[in-house]
């Protein structure tokens, strides 16, 4: 019997099933969240990206990455599934390929975020449906078509900021850079940081495992987001060299994975979701 074969039968199972499935799949990555870190906030992957940018004291990202701006709207995609928002057209003869599937929404309940629901509201408007590259580009602003560019979310990291000062992480700050001013947010609660930026080594270190099926779905799309938007180095210089030979080594395993053969070995839509993004990164 084919993966393909599996896979579609899998999608045809009762609805009380599969709800059933999804609220196990939901609970196992609370419960993992839960034992990494009780005394975290409970940030969203797209303010975890921004924290592991921002430098501490300057307050801002470094003015040569620019692919973080693309990492958080993949942050978006990758949320809005995790949160039961969206997910991928079940693949079929034609459309095996994660890129050659579209994104469609299985619900349109608000998230309580703002970031996430003017996304959800563009993803559920839109006909035909795009697929996760064609998100990721047109969120971002990177679309030649006038016609959809109102499908940009603009100031994504002003905004991400803007939450994590009203989380106590972050400050605001003016900084005069000669020919104009500029508000920075420099780090205030540094253990916040820290305890995020320990969570991503130990999930290389300490408690890596070799199949990413047994890693939680946050921590799997944490390590390859931020890999995408170039903030994964950030996290693994402070690390003793030989803790950082092996933590770079494990994490290129996963980065240089092939997703459209990884996806065929997952069962849940968030899965699918984290390498299709990886996958449309890989295509840019």
């Not at 057209?89 to 299985?106: F, I, N, T, Y």
């Not at 035909?128 to 109102?150: D, F, S």
């Not at 803790?243 to 065929?264: F, W």
């Amino acid at each position: 019997m084919t993966t393909l074969t599996k896979r579609n039968r899998r999608a045809e199972a009762p609805a009380e099933t599969r709800g059933q499935a999804e609220h196990e799949e939901l609970r196992r990555d609370s419960d993992e969240e839960d034992d990494i870190d009780s005394k975290s906030l409970r940030l969203t992957l797209m303010e975890e990206i921004l924290l592991l940018g921002l430098k501490d004291k300057e307050g801002y990202t470094s003015f040569w990455n620019d692919s973080i701006s693309s990492g958080l709207r993949g942050c978006i995609m990758v949320e809005l599934t995790l949160r039961g928002r969206i997910h991928l057209e079940p693949p079929s003869a034609r459309k095996r390929k994660l890129l050659d599937r579209k994104v469609l929404v299985k619900s349109s309940a608000p998230t309580g975020d703002v970031l996430l629901d003017e996304a959800l509201k563009h993803i559920k408007e839109t006909e035909p449906a795009e697929n996760v590259a064609n998100w990721i580009e047109l969120l971002t602003g990177e679309t030649w078509n006038p016609l959809k560019m109102h499908f940009q979310i603009r100031n994504v990291r002003e905004r991400l900021a803007k939450n994590l000062v009203e989380k106590g992480v972050l400050t605001s700050e003016k900084q005069n850079f000669l020919l104009f001013d500029m508000t920075t947010h420099p780090v205030t609660d540094s253990s916040e940081k820290n305890r995020l930026m320990e969570r991503l080594q130990e999930s290389l270190l300490d408690r890596w495992t070799n199949d990413s099926r047994r890693m939680s779905h946050r921590t799997l799309a944490l390590i390859l987001l931020a890999h995408s938007a170039d903030v994964l180095e950030n996290a693994l210089t402070p690390l003793p060299d030989d803790r950082y030979d092996i933590a770079t080594s494990r994490s290129r395993s996963l980065i240089e994975a092939d997703p459209d053969q990884e996806s065929a070995k997952v069962t849940t839509p968030a899965e699918e979701m984290i390498w299709a993004v990886l996958a449309a990164f890989n295509k840019s």
